[in-house]
């Protein structure tokens, strides 16, 4: 069983920056996706970016493009999702998933098997 644990919400100002670490354990972490996604009050769940497993290509939300990075150190079994110039919108709980994907690539599409609680990130105004 893959377990997945996030980490590293907060509360932040407008134009500030945060970093959320997913940490997935049970399996394989060079062989499996990993992607975050975020649900804010009222709102439905929605794909943020998510990155592959062996050849670590990238996929971002157009509304994240420009100002989220998402890493991988496979060493540490850990996805970074690097959040810089946060807005007010941006605020929800965000979710890390996992998904066994040893040779394809991940998109806002990818349907994952393994979720995390949830971290709430929250940018004032």
């Known amino acids: 069983e893959v377990q997945v644990v996030e980490s590293g919400g907060g509360l932040v100002q407008a134009g500030g920056s945060l970093r959320l670490s997913c940490v997935a354990s049970?399996?394989?972490?060079?062989?499996?996706?990993i992607g975050w996604y975020r649900q804010a009050p009222g709102m439905q769940r929605e794909a943020v970016s998510c990155?592959?497993?062996?050849?670590?290509?990238?996929y971002y939300e157009d509304f994240v493009k420009g100002r989220f990075t998402i890493s991988r150190d496979n060493s540490r079994n850990t996805v970074y999702l690097q959040m810089n110039r946060l807005k007010p919108e941006d605020t929800a709980i965000y979710y890390c998933a996992a998904e066994k994907l040893p040779w394809g690539y991940c998109s806002g599409y990818l349907q994952y098997t393994y979720w995390g609680r949830g971290a709430q990130v929250t940018v004032s105004s």
């Open positions: 990155i592959s497993s062996r050849d670590e290509r990238t």
């Open positions: 049970g399996d394989t972490f060079d062989d499996y996706a």
